[in-house]
């Protein structure tokens, strides 16, 4: 079995650099020799605006996005760069350099620690889990964002098949309000990928959020610019809810626009799909 080395860092937030009090809230991990770049971040906020006054919540979630994608561009250049050993990063302190150039943000990297595994993804859990959420308390019964569906299901399909580096954010202005998908590719026309869960505790709180996003649906309507809407699902946790689960999915097959409900376990042939179709359409390119 083969044994991998590779050397990370925690990324912390800093909310005040004359404080210095910090909060660990993602890994980046390199491993030169496959090669393998990739990153965990708690995106739940909860903790960091109890602990730091005016705490912007958007912000932080913009910055951790922006961070994600350059990751994500990154991942992809690896591949190239090792044809050329004077360009190959040295160890995870080069790439977190370019992600964090300024060390005065409140986005900083921790000192650069290494190791050896068998397997880089099972081990950036590991330590995402070790060195992050062990510092979260969990409610019982707390339900999974949408940015945790996203960041758990289909972010890392979506990487290794080089998808979501072509992912940019698209507004859209229909009548009356401004729309914001974070995870959209253009083809002609734009293609949106939407994370969202259904992992509530309450009945009602699954149906309140397929009522909204079928509304949302209806005000997209009529978009010459609108190809599909991905509905990237999460389903609930518990089996007392599956029923009203399938409830809300019967509702969101009525959006008045081209769309496409994705389960959980359908998130690898997914991916593989869209990472097909975007090579047809020249999209994806592997020799970059």
């Not at 993804?121 to 062990?134: G, H, K, N, T, Y």
Request: glycine share 4%; hydrophobic share 40%; no cysteine.
């Amino acid at each position: 079995m083969k044994r991998i080395t590779y050397t990370y860092s925690v990324i912390r937030y800093i909310h005040d650099s004359a404080v210095g009090e910090s909060l660990n809230i993602g890994v980046v991990l390199y491993a030169a020799t496959i090669p393998f770049i990739e990153s965990r971040f708690e995106m739940r906020f909860e903790r960091l605006s109890n602990t730091f006054a005016k705490f912007d919540g958007e912000h932080y979630k913009r910055t951790l996005a922006q961070i994600s994608a350059e990751i994500d561009r990154l991942s992809d250049r690896s591949s190239s760069i090792l044809l050329i050993p004077t360009q190959q990063w040295q160890d995870v302190g080069g790439i977190v350099s370019e992600i964090i150039p300024d060390e005065g943000m409140s986005f900083q990297a921790g000192p650069i620690l290494a190791g050896i595994t068998d397997d880089p993804v099972v081990a950036l859990d590991e330590i995402f889990q070790r060195m992050v959420l062990s510092q979260y308390e969990f409610q019982k019964n707390e339900r999974r964002t949408d940015d945790e569906v996203w960041a758990n299901i289909y972010h890392q399909l979506l990487v290794s098949r080089k998808v979501s580096s072509k992912l940019r954010p698209w507004k859209p202005t229909v009548e009356d309000f401004e729309l914001k998908f974070d995870h959209a590719f253009k083809n002609e026309k734009w293609h949106v990928l939407e994370p969202v869960s259904l992992d509530y505790v309450k009945a009602d709180s699954i149906q309140s959020r397929a009522t909204k996003l079928l509304g949302l649906g209806t005000a997209l309507q009529g978009r010459d610019d609108l190809g599909t809407l991905y509905l990237l699902l999460g389903k609930p946790k518990s089996a007392d809810n599956l029923k009203n689960y399938i409830k809300a999915k019967n509702l969101l097959h009525k959006m008045p626009i081209k769309h496409e409900l994705i389960e959980e376990d359908e998130a690898a042939s997914f991916a593989d799909k869209l990472a097909a179709e975007m090579r047809e359409h020249g999209l994806i390119d592997d020799e970059k």
